[in-house]
Nanobody, 134 residues
Framework: QVQLVESGGGSVQAGSSLTLSCVAS?????????????MGWVRQAPGKGREVIAG????????KYVYSVTGRFTISQDNDQKMVYLQMNRLKPEDTATYYC??????????????????????WGQGTQVTVSS
């Protein structure tokens, strides 16, 4: 099993920055850490479905972003600390959402390009709220 805990959300003005953090733990993490997994940040705005906005394949660090956050958000990882981060710059009101950290099962390198695919993620954090006011 994998447990994920997010932190770092809050209420900010448009144009501000926030950094979300996610720490992974559990029996599934104890032996090999977060290696060989897809780790993603997923957001859900009020009245909308969940969308993977940034994903990383933890073995080689290859990253993907949806267009709406490209150039503003950066996903990063610390395999030793079993953590994943989302640096969010130039926040906009439309970024208001609950943000979830998500992890896949160990997948192998051939799945590295699937990090924006919601169905790849099996484990979820409880979410952290980000509210951006204009």
């Amino acid at each position: 099993q994998v447990q994920l805990v997010e932190s770092g959300g809050g209420s900010v003005q448009a144009g501000s920055s926030l950094t979300l953090s996610c720490v992974a733990s559990g029996s599934g993490i104890a032996e090999r850490g977060i290696d060989d997994r897809l780790m993603g940040w997923v957001r859900q705005a009020p009245g909308k479905g969940r969308e993977v906005i940034a994903g990383v394949y933890t073995t080689d660090g290859s990253k993907k972003y949806v267009y709406s956050v490209t150039g503003r958000f950066t996903i990063s990882q610390d395999n030793d600390q079993k953590m994943v981060y989302l640096q969010m710059n130039r926040l906009k009101p439309e970024d208001t959402a609950t943000y979830y950290c998500a992890a896949s099962q160990p997948v192998g390198s051939c799945y590295a390009h699937y990090s924006l695919r919601l169905s790849e993620y099996r484990y979820w954090g409880q979410g952290t709220q980000v509210t951006v006011s204009s």
